[in-house]
């Protein structure tokens, strides 16, 4: 069971939206986008086992210049089977009344809530379980806290993982957890213990500590061969599958995990996971149970030694898990199909995501392997602009900050495509909802490049997408805009040698004396210089639209 798809309406800073979940989701975009409340809509829908839940008036979705609350709330989680007939197991057995018969294809169990606005105090939730598939549906307590029993939160919050963030759930239940024996008590404990330490900076001994730290939970696994209670029985496995181990040691089959953490960076990355589980489900977890991870920023306030750790063994969690990130690095080591752009407009969150076969696999290929390392960052940015080589790459952000922009604030990102070709990055970037613009050169291959742009218009405006030299390339526009003397100067071509020499010539020698990035800062060291010939007009004109964009950017994808 996985959940693969979220509604929302009325629910804090969204007016509505739907969200798909791969096993594995990324969650990026902007500040105050959404995504926290995409994540507290989960954390009301599950993080709790109480038949009651309930929504404060600060919670429901205001309209811009309005005090009152837009409602009703309203959220339907999407509940799939992994495999067909993974329902037909007894743990489901109480469902049969809202599921369809198995017909050879994966059956769908739809969890919905609705909570209407009162005028004071809060206002407790309708909820309900139906099927797409079927007739029945049920509001049976039992059958909605089954439900969450089986889907449990673990919400690892900002920080959390350093001992910073805030501890889940904010409400705590009303029901009074399942205790521990005594001995399922002290290994949590001792593992409780390491970890604060660490986090603290009390360690005596940090190598001791981590030892002892996974040593307990070890331990913990091999409780699981003996008779424990269902939620320890439930916590013991859970561990064990962060750690990569199973009852005496023994890796599972087919797992791709180490099994045992070899340096110290590892094992604190593992430990701070297994700490972050303690705290966030303190209760336990029933065996039966497929728990939900989300991380929420894992990077904040951890070293990127560390942060390489975590993120690695965050990757072999076998549970469906959702990571929220700012970070470049982290991103770039994330499946593509699993990143999810969130652009909200008006109160409604779209959702932005590379469908599976948009990229052919040569294609695939060809974008992971020339522009993957770059992709992290510029995944984050509003407009691409696409160039074809390294003196555009280091040259036009530095025009653009003499015009008075910093394209990093204003969301746009030079990105080089002549190794992997153009149609790649333009079709991730319209999967994306990210804005693009082509600056070709005007040789041969730049009108290939043209031609390839012009075939992904779709109707729009050609200047707003694309911009070509009239020159062969864009040494050849900034020497007949009066820039000859940078070129003569660093290709080290004297008296009649240089007197012969052809432009291209001069620019050849040039390149081959010192490299395009130089010679490109160099340009714009010129440019800035008092007296200079000043930018090239069409260079002006296609910065100051793709800014233009960039800062409407938005708008125009709730537009379309």
């Known amino acids: 069971m996985f959940l693969h798809g979220l509604r929302i309406e009325n629910f804090r800073a969204i007016r509505k939206t739907f969200i798909n979940f791969d096993d594995g989701t990324a969650l990026i975009g902007e500040n105050d986008c959404g995504i926290s409340s995409v994540l507290d809509a989960l954390e009301l829908a599950l993080g709790q086992e109480d038949d009651i839940l309930a929504c404060h008036r600060h919670q429901f979705h205001h309209v811009e210049g309005s005090d009152q609350p837009n409602g009703p709330i309203r959220l339907q989680l999407r509940f799939r089977e992994d495999r067909v007939g993974e329902w037909d197991a007894d743990t489901f057995s109480p469902f049969a009344s809202v599921l369809p018969g198995r017909k050879n294809r994966l059956r769908e169990l739809w969890y919905e809530i609705r909570i209407d606005p009162e005028q004071g105090g809060d206002s407790p939730a309708e909820m309900r379980l139906r099927s ?131 340096s110290e960076p590892e094992k604190l990355g593992i430990l701070l996971l297994i700490g972050a589980l303690l705290r966030a489900r303190p209760a336990g977890i029933i065996p039966a149970a497929d728990p939900l991870w989300i991380i929420e920023e894992p990077e904040a306030h951890l070293h990127p030694i560390t942060l390489t750790s975590v993120a690695m063994f965050v990757s072999l969690i076998q549970r469906q898990k959702i990571v929220t990130t700012y970070s470049a690095e982290l991103l770039s080591s994330i499946p593509l199909r699993q990143l999810r752009r969130l652009v909200r407009f008006d109160g409604v969150l779209h959702e932005r995501r590379v469908q599976p076969n948009t990229l052919s696999r040569s294609e695939l290929r060809r974008f992971h392997y020339h522009l993957r390392s770059r992709f ?64 070709a050169d005007g040789d041969s291959a730049g009108g290939s490049y043209t031609a390839t742009a012009r075939a992904y218009l779709n109707g729009a405006d050609e200047n707003e997408r694309l911009t070509v030299f009239r020159q062969q390339d864009i040494e050849h526009c900034f020497w007949q805009h009066g820039y000859q003397e940078v070129y003569k100067k660093h290709s080290r071509l004297k008296g009649r040698q240089l007197e012969d020499a052809s432009p291209a010539k001069v620019i050849q020698m040039a390149v081959r004396k010192r490299s395009k990035p130089f010679l490109a800062l160099s340009v714009a060291e010129a440019i800035a210089a008092e007296n200079s010939p000043g930018i090239p007009q069409i260079l002006q004109d296609m910065i100051h639209s793709c800014v233009a964009i960039a800062r409407n950017s938005p708008a125009r994808l709730a537009a379309h």
């Open 132 to 262: 797409p598939g079927s007739k029945g549906q049920s509001n049976d307590p039992q059958l909605i806290r089954l439900i969450r029993q089986l889907n449990p939160l673990v919400r690892v919050s900002a920080g959390m993982l350093t001992g910073h963030g805030q501890h889940f759930p904010k409400t705590p239940g009303k029901a009074k957890p399942e205790a521990f024996t005594a001995e399922i008590s002290e290994l949590v404990e001792r593992i409780n213990r390491a970890v604060e330490s660490r986090l603290a900076g009390t360690s005596v001994n940090l190598k001791s500590d981590l030892e002892d730290g996974l040593a307990a939970a070890a331990a913990l696994i091999e409780m699981d061969t003996f008779k424990l209670g269902s939620r320890e029985s439930g916590l013991s496995r859970t561990v064990g599958e962060i750690i990569g181990w199973t009852p005496s040691g023994t890796q599972k089959m087919g797992s791709t995990r180490l099994q045992a953490p070899n």
């Open 376 to 439: 992290g960052v510029s995944s984050f940015a509003r407009l691409w602009l696409l160039v074809e080589g390294e003196s555009e790459y280091w040259l036009i952000p530095q025009i653009a900050r003499l015009m008075g922009y910093e394209f990093a604030l204003e969301g746009i990102a030079c990105v080089e495509f002549a190794q992997c070709g153009l149609d790649p990055p333009i079709k991730v970037a319209q999967e994306l909802g990210i804005e693009w613009h082509v600056l």
